[in-house]
């Protein structure tokens, strides 16, 4: 089943009156697929930013001349910063009620992104176990970022701790 972004049950408030963010343990269902929005436009100050941030100076990133001699004949954006945003837009719906990150794996660059491109995101529930105290579970996700053409730009899984009922809930 493919679910929009997170609907709050109710009337979608916290005791004090914030909106609910991120699902609980009982909230994920093996199976779903979670469409997240919106997308994000990278620019070209984004990469640029980024690179210097993370000290990434290799020069396919920012010397159009170097770029226009490798196979894609252009700049590509810094791969971590690929992963950022995809990791980022799904947060609302799936980690917004975590108690910690426990892992990243299988992270796959598929294609390359561009000055320019859209990202689009999407997470995939792969299992679900309660810890051995009851109170919250791990959940194991696959995401896929794709561009506004559709394709696959990067994939990958993780798993995170997370809490059995929604903060205000109990």
Do not use: C
Not at 51 to 64: E, K, S, V
């Amino acid at each position: 089943m493919t679910r929009t972004p997170y609907e709050p049950r109710g009337d979608g408030r916290l005791f004090d009156g914030r909106a609910r963010y991120g699902r609980a343990y009982d909230d994920f269902v093996v199976g779903d697929v979670y469409r997240h929005w919106p997308g994000r436009t990278v620019t070209e100050y984004d990469d640029t930013l980024f690179a210097h941030l993370t000290m990434n100076q290799h020069p396919l990133h920012a010397d159009a001349a170097y770029a226009a001699g490798t196979p894609h004949g252009q700049r590509l954006v810094v791969g971590t910063l690929v992963l950022s945003l995809v990791v980022g837009m799904s947060v609302a719906d799936v980690s917004g009620q975590a108690i910690a990150n426990l892992e990243y794996e299988s992270i796959r660059h598929v294609a390359p992104t561009f000055h320019g491109d859209t990202l689009y995101a999407e997470t995939r529930v792969l299992e679900k176990r309660r810890t051995t105290d009851g109170d919250r579970g791990i959940i194991t996700v696959e995401t896929r970022g794709f561009n506004q053409r559709g394709e696959t730009v990067l994939t990958l899984r993780r798993t995170m701790l997370v809490l059995g009922a929604r903060i205000g809930d109990t």
